[in-house]
């Protein structure tokens, strides 16, 4: 079990540079956790592309529609008390001490690429190369 952001997921259901990172990650473990945020951030994510033309309206709303039966049953509600502890002893933003408070709630690792993250939460997170470089699991996601 880890926990993902939703960059991680972008890049696992996504044709990106970053995708067979993502994989990688998903290939050792596809039990994947996410603070209810995912949703947002990933139409977020998912409009960017929309916008630049890489994806159509239809195309965005089936990868949003995979990933939702994918993370089925592994979304979460985070305590706002432990998001806010977080946020009170870190210079992290609300929506990354979510994921942090996610992952030490579940006693799991949080898988990002993001360097602040990263810096400021060595034991609570870590890379996905670094992840993916623990281990193996034999699955394979198709990205669209």
């Known amino acids: 079990m880890i926990v993902v952001d939703s960059n ?18 998903r290939l050792k473990d596809d039990d994947w956790h996410v603070p209810l ?7 977020s994510i998912l409009a960017g592309y929309m916008r630049n033309g890489s994806l159509t309206a239809k195309q965005a709303g089936q990868v949003m529609a995979r990933v939702e039966q994918e993370l089925e049953g592994n979304e979460h509600l985070v305590e706002s008390a432990d998001v806010l502890a977080l946020v009170g002893s870190s ?32 034991k609570d997170a870590v890379s996905m190369a670094v992840y993916a470089r623990k281990g193996h699991r034999l699955a394979r996601v198709k990205p669209l």
Do not use: F, H
């Open 91 to 122: 210079t992290l933003s609300a929506y990354d001490c979510e994921l942090v408070a996610l992952a030490q709630a579940l006693g799991a690792l949080l898988v990002t690429e993001d360097r602040a993250v990263l810096k400021a939460r060595p």
């Open 37 to 43: 945020l995912w949703r947002s951030e990933m139409r």
């Open 8 to 25: 991680v997921i972008a890049y696992c259901w996504l044709n990106t540079a970053q995708t067979p990172r993502a994989q990688a990650v």
